[in-house]
Structures are given as structure tokens and as C-alpha cells.
């Protein structure tokens, strides 16, 4: 209780922000990237006179506590039948760590894909995710180390958020590796960023899944150096590519969006490679999309609640996510 009253004093402090609208945040119509066929759109904190930046202290993402070696991810046991919907989280350390809904953790005894946004506070006892499998074929008798491997696209975490169906979900990741002309034994979602050839029938099919993870690190690349040559108040972007709008993540602290981003920038980049084409969306019509997101309180949860997810802490929000 004294960790979660911790969060909420940080968010309060600004309590405006909290509340991820207009009067706090706006859209940098004016700073957007652009590189190929994906333009993203930063959005960014105002200065409401306090400092203009508010950070939630002793928060982590997953892939950086992943990474200090402070995440400690197993499977709950060996069974598929009982095990397959759970994974096992050791947080030891002082931090809490935020888990994003649609992230994907390979490796285990299978692929999986996180459900909810969750806020994993210290403990030295057991916590457990509720996941979904996204290697359809593949249940393994030895349990592989697992690895952060980022978000998914927006057109499987739309599945997953609408849908909380696994059929529904092997089923859209067949689709895309079937569109993007990607042979996998397993009928793994990640055999999009991997590509690994068996025959020479497969030549061609693999020549092509070779080029899309090629051009895949160089968007990231790209979009990643830019971020990190920007000032500290992007909170969120919006993303495009040729007449739709990808998807929109928001933040209720920079420290947050930051931990998040590498992991978002691959979504949308694979969202892009599978399904876009060159930008041809008009900023006119991001903003119109944009304002039934951010204009108030109440067309935000409407809007919201048809397309897309809020993620709160006690009564903060902290995170905003629409397709």
C-alpha cells in the first residue's frame, strides 16, 4: 500500500496531468519524423507550471529490468494445458516495473504475449502475468531463457484487446505470415523479424522475409537516433502510414514513455512493413482523430473505451492505447 501511495503522490503532484488531455499534453505536428512509409507524430507535456516534465520514480519497463538482470521471467510449470496462459515474474529488487499490454517475451516453452498493462511492485514472492501463446507449434519439454523481444503490431494488439481470444490470436498471426510470405515451423508471430529459410522452394519466400527485416532495423534505427537527438517532454506518439492511422500510445510520465519506446518503435515499424504504404493521410485528419483522444475526460473514455484501452493506477491514468 505504501508502494502504490508512492505512484499516486508522483502523478498528483500534477494533477492535471494525470488526466492526459489538452490542457496538458499537445500534439507536435510540426516535429514529426517521417522515413518511408512511417510517420510518426510526438506528443508532447506543456509547461503548466510545474516544470513541465513529472516522472513516476522507481518505475522501470520490462525490457530494461530484463536487462539489469532485476526481472527474473519462468514459466509457472511444465504442463501446457495449465501453465500456457501464465509466466512467472521475480522482482527482488527496490523498482516496480511496468509490463505493457501486447509486449512479447520469447523463448520459455513457447512465445508468449502480455494481456493486461501491470505495475509489478517489489516483492519477494512469486507474481504472475496473464499471457497469451503467439508459437501456435511449439511447446517445448526443455524451458529456453527468455527474452524482451518488444510490442506487437497494432493489428495483433487490436485482436488481443478486442477479441482476449486465443484462436482469435492464431489466427491474425497466421494471416500476417502468410501475407508477408514467412515459413515458419512453429507459427511464430516473431518469425516476422527472423527470417530462416528449409528449402530451395522457399528461396524466393525467404528473399522477401530477408528484405522486410532488413528495411525493419533500418526505420528503427532511424526513428530511434531522432528520439534520442529530441528534448525530454515527449510523453507519446501517434503513428501513420499511407491513409491510416497505426495506433496511438500515451504516457502519464516521460521516464515511462522512454522505457517504452525501442519496444513500440518495432510494433509499429512491423504494422507499417505488413500493412502500410506510402504516407498519404492528411494532418487534418490525425487531428480530428486526436481530439476525440485528448479534447476531455469524458469523449476520451468514450472513444477509448470503442478503441483502444486506458491503463490506470488507482484512479491516475498512466497509460492510453488506441488503434
Not at 521471467?73 to 527482488?92: F, K
Request: hydrophobic letters at 35%; one cysteine or more.
Amino acid at each position: 500500500m505504501k508502494f502504490l501511495f508512492s505512484i499516486l503522490f508522483a502523478l498528483s503532484a500534477n494533477a492535471a496531468l494525470s488526466q492526459l488531455t489538452y490542457e496538458t499534453l499537445f500534439v507536435d505536428y510540426d516535429s514529426a519524423l517521417l522515413y518511408k512509409n512511417l510517420k510518426i507524430i510526438p506528443i508532447r507535456q506543456k509547461d503548466n507550471g510545474y516544470g513541465g516534465i513529472i516522472g513516476i520514480p522507481k518505475v522501470m519497463s520490462l525490457s530494461d529490468a530484463i536487462k539489469k538482470g532485476i526481472a527474473k521471467i519462468t514459466e509457472r510449470g511444465t504442463a501446457s494445458t495449465e501453465n500456457v496462459h501464465w509466466l512467472r515474474i521475480n522482482n527482488n529488487s527496490d523498482s516496480a516495473i511496468y509490463v505493457g499490454s501486447g509486449e512479447i517475451i520469447s523463448g520459455g516453452r513457447q512465445d508468449r504475449m502480455v494481456m493486461h498493462d501491470t505495475i509489478l511492485r517489489p516483492s519477494n514472492k512469486d507474481q504472475y502475468i496473464p499471457v497469451m501463446c503467439v508459437e501456435e507449434d511449439r511447446w517445448s519439454d526443455k524451458e529456453e531463457p527468455f527474452e524482451y523481444r518488444g510490442f506487437a503490431n497494432s493489428h495483433l494488439r487490436k485482436v488481443l484487446d478486442s477479441s482476449k481470444n486465443q484462436v482469435q490470436i492464431w489466427r491474425e498471426i497466421d494471416y500476417q505470415l502468410e501475407r508477408g510470405h514467412v515459413n515458419s515451423k512453429s507459427m511464430a508471430y516473431l518469425s516476422q523479424r527472423e527470417p530462416k529459410g528449409e528449402s530451395k522452394r522457399e528461396k524466393r519466400r525467404r528473399e522477401k522475409q530477408h528484405e522486410q527485416v532488413h528495411l525493419g532495423d533500418d526505420y528503427f534505427n532511424y526513428f530511434i537516433q531522432k528520439f534520442k537527438n529530441a528534448d525530454t517532454s515527449v510523453v507519446g506518439i501517434v503513428c501513420v502510414s499511407d491513409s491510416a492511422i497505426l495506433g496511438c500510445d500515451i504516457f502519464a510520465a516521460v521516464n515511462l514513455f522512454n522505457g517504452q519506446l525501442p519496444a513500440l518503435l518495432r510494433g509499429y515499424i512491423d504494422e507499417a512493413l505488413l500493412f502500410g504504404g506510402p504516407v498519404r493521410l492528411p494532418n487534418d485528419k490525425v487531428m480530428k482523430y486526436m481530439d476525440k483522444i485528448l479534447t476531455d475526460k469524458k469523449s476520451q473514455e468514450e472513444f477509448v473505451s470503442r478503441h483502444g484501452k486506458i491503463f490506470k493506477e488507482g484512479k491516475e491514468i498512466i497509460h492510453i492505447y488506441t488503434y
